[in-house]
């Protein structure tokens, strides 16, 4: 009923910038929460940032003054601007969002299919 994807992943050198976007589509009454997760091979997916439909934010520390969250309600889409890039900044990129469905009761979480962010040094 209701699709994310992200798109705006690539490769890049060590102290560059890509920008993320995340589109959501279907059966969508509103948004809430939406944010970016993060996931290295070797290590467990962690959130990277996060922003309530208000336009509230948090970061996670490894990111913080680098990346920056953003939202556009009337797009219904999530982005992440990735400054100053680090090769542990490498890994999959996630979309997740909280949603409430078009009659439906309550809330239902979902995730995009990711997209790959890889920063060479």
């Known amino acids: 009923q209701v699709q994310l994807v992200e798109s705006g992943g690539g490769l890049v050198q060590a102290g560059g910038s890509l920008r993320l976007s995340c589109a959501a589509s279907g059966r969508i009454f509103r948004l809430n929460d939406m944010g970016w997760y993060r996931q290295a091979p070797t290590k467990q997916r962690e959130l990277v940032a996060a922003?309530?439909?208000?336009?509230?934010?948090n970061y996670a520390d490894s990111v913080k003054g680098r990346f920056t969250i953003s939202r556009d309600n009337e797009k219904k889409t999530v982005y992440l601007q990735m400054n100053s890039l680090k090769p542990e900044d490498t890994g999959v990129y996630y979309c997740?969002?909280?949603?409430?469905?078009?009659?439906?009761?309550?809330?239902?979480?979902?995730w995009g299919q990711g997209t790959q962010v890889t920063v060479s040094s």
């Open positions: 922003i309530t439909r208000a336009g509230s934010t």
């Open positions: 997740n969002a909280e949603v409430m469905v078009v009659g439906r009761i309550g809330t239902y979480n979902y």
